[in-house]
T-cell receptor
Framework: GQQLNQSPQSMFIQEGEDVSMNCTSSSIFNTWLWYKQDPGEGPVLLIALYKAGELTSNGRLTAQFGITRKDSFLNISASIPSDVGIYFCAGQLEENTDKLIFGTGTRLQVFP | GAGVSQTPSNKVTEKGKYVELRCDPISGHTALYWYRQSLGQGPEFLIYFQGTGAADDSGLPNDRFFAVRPEGSVSTLKIQRTERGDSAVYLC??????????FGSGTRLTVV
């Protein structure tokens, strides 16, 4: 099935460092979402973006909806150990469906 | 219930057998989604229900896969003649119009 290109595939950082990951697509999306998934759990929504160029923050998280509507990035500032997990971007292609296309994931490991 | 409940949490079956996976959505949510997540990948869309009807089943990989939601609440994903390639985590999510998904913890299916 179709998946978005997400990079990097994995990151190993020290506590306190900032993190950036991004997602690209060949298709235009109406909505971009960022999720975090912990082992044995389903994805949990972190941030939702609805308009091209939109920049949204949620605590230490900041995400942007690319101007071309084909990309998005997620930044995490001052990382802490509980940020460990897999981060997925997801996009909604059409306005009349709630079907999401997910990225391939970025695995984040934070060392104290 | 408070969240989306999926049972069983783990299922091991022999190749060729039939399996049923159950999803109890959040009470009152009209939309229900099934996704499949293979190891190291993001979730991939299978099917979406609005009420009792399947609004979009374009993600079902073949006719061995079928899902029902007879009373507009609980849904069952049915897989016939299971194959080793069906091994994955099957995620269910529910929502109401205008609200984002809440995912369950998934059913890990292993076909041996």
């Amino acid at each position: 099935g179709q998946q978005l290109n997400q990079s990097p595939q994995s990151m190993f950082i020290q506590e306190g460092e900032d993190v950036s990951m991004n997602c690209t697509s060949s298709s235009i999306f109406n909505t971009w979402l960022w999720y975090k998934q912990d082992p044995g759990e389903g994805p949990v929504l972190l941030i939702a973006l609805y308009k091209a160029g939109e920049l949204t923050s949620n605590g230490r998280l900041t995400a942007q909806f690319g101007i071309t509507r084909k990309d998005s990035f997620l930044n995490i500032s001052a990382s802490i150990p509980s940020d460990v997990g897999i981060y997925f971007c997801a996009g909604q292609l059409e306005e009349n469906t709630d079907k999401l296309i997910f990225g391939t994931g970025t695995r984040l490991q934070v060392f104290p | 219930g408070a969240g989306v409940s999926q049972t069983p949490s783990n299922k091991v079956t022999e190749k060729g057998k039939y399996v049923e996976l159950r999803c109890d959505p959040i009470s009152g949510h009209t939309a229900l989604y099934w996704y499949r997540q293979s190891l190291g990948q993001g979730p991939e869309f299978l099917i979406y229900f609005q009420g009792t009807g399947a609004a979009d089943d374009s993600g079902l990989p073949n006719d061995r896969f079928f899902a029902v939601r007879p009373e507009g609440s609980v849904s069952t994903l049915k897989i016939q003649r299971t194959e080793r390639g069906d091994s994955a985590v099957y995620l269910c999510a529910s929502s109401n119009p205008g609200l984002h998904y809440t995912f369950g913890s998934g059913t890990r299916l292993t076909v041996v």
